[in-house]
C-alpha cells in the first residue's frame, strides 16, 4: 500500500520550478467545471506518493498558478526516455456527480507553464441539461 507524504516548500530552494495549470470542462470542452477538486501527485522512488498540490477550479474551471519542482528547461530537448520519470506528475480530478479523471506522468519543465485539460464526464442523470 502507497504511503502518502505532502510537499514541504523547502525542497523550492533546491530544485527549479515548473508551472501546471489544469482547465476542467465538460461536452467537449464547451462548458466549464468549477468546483473540481485537483490532486497534484507524484511517486517517490521509495514507494511513498507525495502530494504537491491541491485546490479547487474556479468558476471558469480554471485552476492556474501550481509551482511545481521540476528539471531543467534543458531535459526537454532529449527524447522522452531521457526524461527523468521523478518530474512526471498525476493529476486526479474529482466532483459529486462526474466521473473521476487520473491523468499519469504530466511531464513539468522549468520555467514552462504546461496546460492540462480536463474532460469531465457527467454520471447519468446528475448534470442538469
Not at 2 to 19: A, C, S, T
Amino acid at each position: 500500500m502507497e504511503q502518502e507524504e505532502r510537499y514541504g516548500p523547502e525542497l523550492d530552494q533546491f530544485l527549479p520550478v515548473g508551472f501546471l495549470k489544469v482547465q476542467a470542462t465538460m461536452g467537449q470542452q464547451t462548458l466549464p467545471v468549477p468546483g473540481a477538486h485537483v490532486v497534484v501527485s507524484r511517486l517517490q522512488n521509495n514507494g511513498t506518493r507525495r502530494i504537491f498540490f491541491e485546490g479547487d477550479t474556479d468558476g471558469d474551471g480554471i485552476l492556474d498558478g501550481i509551482a511545481l519542482p521540476t528539471q531543467l528547461k534543458s531535459f526537454s530537448e532529449f527524447p522522452q526516455s531521457a526524461v527523468e520519470p521523478n518530474f512526471n506528475y498525476d493529476v486526479l480530478v474529482t466532483k459529486p456527480g462526474f466521473r473521476q479523471v487520473l491523468i499519469e506522468r504530466i511531464p513539468i519543465f522549468a520555467g514552462v507553464k504546461s496546460i492540462q485539460p480536463v474532460n469531465m464526464i457527467p454520471l447519468a442523470g446528475t448534470v442538469e441539461e
